[in-house]
């Protein structure tokens, strides 16, 4: 007989070192919005490996593209131009302000070129980066010195320096910051990892005007809210506030890791032959699933549809907050990156709230210890929606 859930969660927990509460299940298989385990149980799934399986798991095109590269190449180095990754470059400097890309294997290793960059450009003696408390943007040292939560931080000391973190939300806090060590300023268009926190336009255009004043650099991290996530390609465009440097990964690959750095052509001139390099980054693999994903987002109507299904889902968990005022206290987020805020008894109730839709096989999670966070594959359907709101609304009513 084929091990269950109990056998692997036994065996993984006999030999990885402690870095994850993991869910009690071992995850077998993909298809579109759902998930099977090893017992064989289905999993609606609103996480979508954190941000990362856009177009749902095992899409049929981004499978085929992995398949047919594995069997024709599979890594060179960067020492050697490859088919996939030059038509991924293509495809993300023509659907971006940017005219450059530099690829990676991860958000973290994109935000560290990104840093890379802005110092090196920059000058000497320009280092210093600001960037906003409730942050995210990885676990590398520097990525973490860059994340404006604590928590991160504690044990791992002393951190890189320059990094400067400002409160959420309050532009002259920013400028108050900024000094002659100042090179760029770092952010999320929305804040993902600490509980789907949108900045208003109004604040990202007062740091953009900081940037220009000062001659820094606006680093957008879109490594969550980038690739269709909030509705549209990357977030920047619905703001109206264009960065000089943007990051992604997560749903680049769609599961295969792969992160990329984009800017223009001026600030790109700084990185030089030998001044940064990555063994895997942009991968032939990695790559070519990253071309499919970007075909299928471009392709006529996919982004309208993530807003219209958007629009509905957000009518739906309104509706919900609406019915359960003791426990939260509405919806906020943009496009399929939403999050359901608790009140204080709810923040209380969060990880049992989660347990319990897990019980009833509907994956969610616990954003910043403050939010229900809901990041479904962007093709979730509205009946896939009603599901999940059917099954959070029992969830709901048990504990109100
Ligand atoms: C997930 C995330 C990262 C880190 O990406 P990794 O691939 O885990 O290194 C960085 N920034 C943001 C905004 C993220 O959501």
Redesign the pocket.
């Known amino acids: 007989m084929s091990e269950g859930n109990a056998e692997w969660t036994a065996r993984g927990e006999q030999v990885f070192i402690g870095t994850y509460s993991r869910f009690p299940a071992a995850m077998v298989r993909g298809e579109g919005c759902w998930l099977t385990d090893a017992d064989g149980n289905r999993y609606l799934d609103f996480l979508a490996g954190?941000?990362v399986c856009s177009l749902g798991h095992c899409h049929p095109a981004v499978t085929e593209a992995v398949c047919r590269q594995a069997g024709e190449l599979m890594h060179v180095s960067n020492l050697f131009h490859t088919r996939p990754q030059v038509e991924l470059a293509e495809l993300l400097v023509a659907n971006s302000f940017a005219d450059r890309v530099f690829m990676a294997?991860?958000?973290?290793?994109?935000?560290e070129a990104a840093l890379k960059l802005a110092r090196i450009h920059s000058g000497e003696g320009r280092y210093e980066v600001i960037s906003l408390s409730g942050?995210?943007?990885?676990?590398?040292l520097a990525?973490v010195a860059a994340t404006g939560q604590p928590r991160f931080h504690q044990g791992f000391e002393p951190l890189p320096q320059g990094f400067v973190h400002a409160g959420f939300g309050d532009p002259a806090e920013v400028e108050r910051l900024v000094n002659d060590r100042t090179c760029a300023i770092l952010c999320?268009p929305l804040?993902?990892?600490s509980g789907v926190r949108p900045l208003e336009p109004a604040y990202l255009e007062a740091i953009r005007k900081i940037c220009d004043r000062h001659g820094l650099l606006l680093i957008f991290?879109?490594?969550?809210?980038g690739m269709g996530r909030t509705g549209t390609l990357f977030a920047y465009e619905q703001l109206g506030v264009t960065p000089d440097i943007m990051?992604l990964?997560?749903a680049l690959g769609n599961g295969l890791?792969i992160?990329a750095m984009l800017t223009t052509e001026k600030i790109a001139a700084s990185l030089g032959v030998g001044t940064h390099a990555s063994t895997f980054g942009g991968n032939p693999v990695a790559a070519a699933a990253a071309v499919a994903v970007m075909r299928e987002m471009l392709a006529e109507g996919f982004l309208a549809g993530v807003r219209e299904r958007s629009d509905y889902f957000v009518s739906r968990l309104q509706e919900l907050a609406g019915r359960f005022p003791g426990l939260t206290t509405g919806v906020r987020g943009r496009g399929m990156l939403l999050g359901l805020v608790l009140t204080e008894r709810g923040i209380g109730l969060g990880p049992e709230i989660v347990q319990r839709l897990f019980a009833r096989g509907v994956l969610i999670n616990f954003a910043g210890n403050r939010v229900l966070r809901f990041i479904p594959p962007l093709i979730v359907g509205r009946e896939e929606i009603d599901l999940l709101i059917g099954r959070l609304g029992e969830v709901l009513a048990e504990m109100a």
């Not at 294997?105 to 935000?111: F, K, V």
């Not at 991290?221 to 809210?225: A, H, L």
């Open positions: 954190i941000a294997n991860s958000g973290a290793e994109a935000n942050s995210f943007h990885g676990r590398t990525t999320e804040q993902g990892e991290d879109e490594v969550q809210t990051t990964a997560k890791p992160g």
